[in-house]
């Protein structure tokens, strides 16, 4: 079957960087997607990675291991407002979006 | 306005009872997903609208039926729902292109009870 791990819950420090993984084991792969939600709200894009890599933006950057169906997030300059759930998504080669169940990052004063 | 618009926000609704969820985007995309997003699970796929045309339905009860009347417009037609039913509902649209890259662009949800 098609699968997404990503860890539940992180806690991080306000200005400090925080990093969550995303593995994932799918027939195919047509490219990675990392998702924001806050509470309550739509969840937003973030990246989209379908070379292996790093894709910067802002304090915000995506890492791509394809090799090692493996992927990260990584958050630098922590704000209490990025706290918030970020989900993982891979699109497999029948272009069908699998979805891990998010990671809920707690930012601490 | 926002891009994807959902109403409403709340619904509380007994197993008897029948409700529509509403869904509107104003991106001019062409296709439209709907889905149900339940604690600590994926994000579970519903159907997905392709040109006004379904072209997904993921093995969902049938007291959930889907209406797309325009490309703008998606309807959650619901009907003797169950308590495990309750959930957050998210539409989304994307401009479908074929090449992977497509992002989906989400509505606030309806947050709904089932009693």
């Known amino acids: 079957g098609q699968n997404i791990d990503q860890p539940t819950e992180m806690t991080a420090t306000e200005g400090a960087i925080v990093q969550i993984n995303c593995t994932y084991q799918?027939?195919?792969?047509?490219?990675l997607f990392w998702y924001q939600q806050h509470a309550g709200e739509a969840p937003t894009f973030l990246s989209y990675?379908?070379l292996d890599g790093l894709e910067e933006k802002g304090r915000f950057s995506s890492f791509l291991s394809r090799s090692k169906g493996y992927s990260y997030l990584l958050l630098k300059e922590l704000q209490m407002k990025d706290s918030a759930s970020y989900l993982c998504?891979?699109?497999?080669?029948?272009?069908?979006?699998?979805w891990g169940a998010g990671t809920k990052l707690i930012i601490k004063p | 306005e926002t891009g994807v618009t959902q109403t409403p926000r709340h619904l509380v609704m007994g197993m008897t009872n029948k409700k529509s969820l509403k869904c509107e985007q104003h991106?001019?995309?062409?296709?439209m997903y709907w889905y149900k997003q339940s604690a600590k699970k994926p994000l579970e796929l519903m159907f997905v609208?392709?040109?006004?045309?379904?072209?997904e339905n993921n093995s969902v009860p049938s007291r959930f039926s889907p209406e797309c009347p325009n490309s703008s417009h998606l309807f959650l037609h619901l009907h003797t729902l169950q308590p495990e039913d309750s959930a957050l509902y998210l539409c989304?649209?994307?401009?479908?292109?074929?090449?992977?890259?497509?992002?989906?662009?989400f509505g606030s949800g309806t947050q709904l009870s089932v009693l």
């Open positions: 989304a649209s994307s401009q479908a292109t074929g090449t992977g890259n497509e992002k989906l662009f």
């Open positions: 991106l001019g995309h062409n296709a």
């Open positions: 609208y392709s040109l006004e045309e379904r072209v």
């Open positions: 799918t027939s195919g792969f047509n490219g």
């Open positions: 990675n379908v």
């Open positions: 998504a891979v699109r497999d080669s029948n272009y069908q979006l699998i």
